[in-house]
């Protein structure tokens, strides 16, 4: 789930924002795929948990080409295609002429598998994570922040406002909002951090197609009156002001997210609720 998340089209397909105007025929997406792009994505799952679960030891060799061709019924392309992703990931190192190993210390990068988020109990646990970064984000931000980052937040701040009166979800805004604030911590990786998990971070898109009538105006107008508490505690230098504010603000989305999701009937996952 990222920028490219169907359920943000909604958003950009917008009579506000059409689409370009493009002739299908011109572009590669609209070609006939040679290899779906989900049997390699598979393969590279099941190599992938073999070489984390330790059954495909550091140092071990790979199955050749030809035996997970023979075994999995895929093509040789589908398997070349996972093993230079396997690469990529560092798991597994290839020797020209001789055959892939698994890395002496493959470790897997940090990563979260949005695509395979389905629960409600599995977006929450990702707002956890977010909430707890952001509101380190905001007290570094309350005291790094320069005035053109300042004017830049209180700018973002505006535009929900703006989109809010065009009875928008604000989605894209809202995320700008935050990201002006990981920006202000003056410490790139709090921006990384917020562009990996992309407008996920927003949850209400997931459910504001479902939810449209019950995410009225006054809701959004709460997120907005906690946005107003996280600027002004920014705009005071106070850093203990301005993580109290973030926390509030993603402790309550994530209720609010709760009850609109069960509301919508989103699948939960039975061990939270
Ligand atoms: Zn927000």
């Known amino acids: 789930m990222s920028y490219d998340d169907p359920t943000g089209w909604q958003g950009i397909k917008s009579p506000d924002n059409p689409l370009p105007k493009t002739s299908p025929e011109g572009l590669s997406v609209f070609q006939p795929l040679v290899a779906p792009r989900g049997l390699t994505a598979e393969l590279v799952a099941r190599l992938t948990a073999d070489i984390t679960s330790g059954k495909l030891a550091p140092g071990a060799r790979l199955p050749t080409e030809q035996e997970m061709i023979a075994a999995t019924g895929v093509s040789r392309t589908v398997v070349r295609e996972a093993v ?3 690469r990529a990931e560092r798991l597994v190192v290839t020797r020209q002429g001789v055959g892939a190993f698994v ?4 470790r897997r990068p940090f990563r979260i598998d ?3 988020l389905s629960s ?4 929450i646990d990702v707002m956890e994570l977010r909430t707890a970064l ?3 984000a905001a007290g570094l931000a309350a005291d790094r922040a320069t005035a053109e980052d300042i004017r830049k937040i209180s700018g973002c701040f505006d535009a929900i406002e703006e989109a809010i009166k065009r009875n928008d979800p604000a989605v894209d805004q809202d995320f700008a909002f935050h990201c002006a604030i990981a920006d202000a911590t003056r410490n790139p990786q709090f921006k990384r951090f917020l562009d990996y998990i992309g407008r996920f971070v927003i949850p209400r898109q997931i459910v504001w197609g479902k939810t449209a009538p019950i995410l009225s105006r006054t809701h959004l107008n709460v997120f907005q009156k906690e946005h107003r508490e996280i600027v002004q505690a920014l705009r005071a230098r106070s850093a203990s002001q301005a993580r109290a504010a973030m926390r509030r603000h993603l402790v309550n989305s994530r209720k609010r997210h709760e009850k609109l999701a069960r509301m919508a009937g989103v699948r939960n996952d039975p061990a939270r609720s």
């Open 120 to 123: 409600l109990g599995d977006l």
């Open 103 to 106: 890395a002496e210390n493959a």
């Open 134 to 136: 952001e509101i380190e």
């Open 114 to 116: 949005l695509d395979q």
């Open 84 to 86: 230079a992703a396997l």
